[in-house]
């Protein structure tokens, strides 16, 4: 549809009517008498002047488009395409997802196929990131150092994509807890309104960084950021050896207490995750407890077009102007 931002120049429209019925009309010059020597040079004046006449009526036409194509131009004429949806909520929320060599695990399984814990991961948070419409979302990976992948962003399709991409050992063997949640304060702390998140997914404990894991979440805390902390890893799995099958714990080196320290501190949860449905579970409360926007805003994409009344106007007006030196009212 298309919008006026100044629909009260309209009221413009007749000026020059107003200005020509109640000014004074300039005085015909003086040498304007009309010498007729006999009746056949009256006939001919009488037909140029008929002519004439014709002639001034076309331009007043001409005239008056030119205005009217100028007045919609200085109204200023918008396209406003159909509405879109731009459901903001106003939260930043941080996935810190486990690189380490024991996420190589395979104690989980997806459509009957055993897998390890990173692609389960994958398979489950890239569903998460998905369904984020509204939050700016943003993509750690650590090992024994942490880099932030993705800085917070519109975009999950591309932090769906970079987290795909990770693979084990990028960010080293070891495991640095506390860093990463140190790199995820020191990239929102520049942000002092809105919701602050951060989703910790780990199979293990604090083994490197420079920052222990508990004094992260106090610094956290006193931030105003939220975690929650995930475990992953089974509780028991059956391994074949040279005398036969043996049950052992893939997750005995998970550090519980300490995640769930952290989450305490800075008012947030902790989850365990021992296979692929406890982990989709947990990713669903997780819409729960931080839900999405659900009150849209709408924005209509709009096109300016006064340029091209304005451009009718210019091209009459020169019409205007070319019949004058052509000598069209004569």
Known sequence: ????????????????????????????????????????DFAFEANTLSRARRGWRLLWCVALLAWLALILSAM???????PVDLPVSGRDLLLAVDLSGSMDEEDF??????????????W??????????????GLILFGEQAYLQAPLTFDRTTVRTL?????????????????????????????KSGDRVLILLTDGANT???????????????????????????DAMLVRNLFGLRRINPAADLDEDTLRGIAE??????????????????????????????????????????HWPLLCALLLSGALAWARLRGVTE
């Open 1 to 40: 549809m298309i919008q006026f931002e100044s629909p009260w120049l309209l009221l413009a429209l007749p000026l020059p009517w107003l200005l020509r019925r109640w000014l004074a009309p300039a005085p015909p010059p003086r040498d304007a008498a009309l010498r007729v020597p006999n009746l056949g």
């Open 76 to 82: 200023r004429p918008l396209w406003l395409g159909d």
């Open 109 to 122: 399984e997806i459509r009957g196929r055993t897998v390890n814990r990173l692609t389960a991961t994958k």
């Open 124 to 137: 489950v948070a890239g569903d998460f990131i998905a369904r984020r419409i509204g939050d700016r979302i």
């Open 163 to 191: 987290l795909d991409e990770a693979v084990i050992g990028l960010a080293g063997k070891a495991t640095a807890i506390g860093d990463a949640i140190g790199l995820a304060v020191k990239r929102l702390r520049e942000k």
């Open 208 to 234: 490197a960084g420079a920052v222990a894991p508990l004094e992260a979440a106090e610094l956290a805390a006193r931030e105003g950021l939220r975690i929650y902390t995930i475990g992953v890893g089974a």
């Open 265 to 306: 501190k800075t008012g947030g949860k902790y989850f365990r995750a021992r296979d692929t449905k406890e982990l989709e579970e947990i990713y669903r409360l997780l819409d729960r407890l931080e839900p999405a926007a659900s009150d849209p805003k709408q924005f209509r994409p709009q096109t300016t077009l006064f």
